[in-house]
């Protein structure tokens, strides 16, 4: 399985981004996929998710408002929209996916099997 992160790239503080995630290889089904980012220095954080099946996103507090998750479940990919960047998004963004995560842990990196390659996201001020 891997997934394919795509769409980073440069913006100025109040412009847009959208990030694509695709799911390739064998058949798998993931019941969540979301992003994930790790700025310079810091720990990777979670940003958004979306459940599969109910379509039931998450989104940590600093992006609500500005981002928004959506899937297809027939191409097996998840998009990111960014809207109204600050140079606090700036991270290199990964997408996640996995079959089994559960509610209490959907926040949680160690939640999901599978990672993309990161993409860089730079916002400039």
């Known amino acids: 399985v891997q997934l394919q992160a795509s769409g980073g790239g440069l913006a100025q503080a109040g412009g847009s981004l959208r990030l694509s995630c695709a799911v390739s290889g064998r058949t798998f089904s993931p019941n969540a996929m979301g992003w994930f980012r790790q700025a310079p220095g810091k720990e990777r954080e979670f940003v958004a998710v979306?459940?599969?099946?109910?379509?039931?996103?998450y989104y940590t507090d600093s992006v609500k408002g500005r981002f928004t998750i959506s899937r297809d479940n027939a191409k097996n990919t998840v998009d990111l929209q960014m809207k109204s960047l600050k140079p606090e998004d700036t991270a290199v963004y990964y997408c996640?996916?996995?079959?089994?995560?559960?509610?209490?842990?959907?926040?949680?990196?160690?939640?999901?099997?599978?990672w993309g390659q990161g993409t860089q996201v730079t916002v400039s001020s």
């Open positions: 979306i459940r599969m099946n109910s379509g039931s996103v």
């Open positions: 996640a996916a996995g079959d089994g995560v559960i509610l209490s842990s959907i926040y949680t990196d160690r939640a999901y099997d599978y």
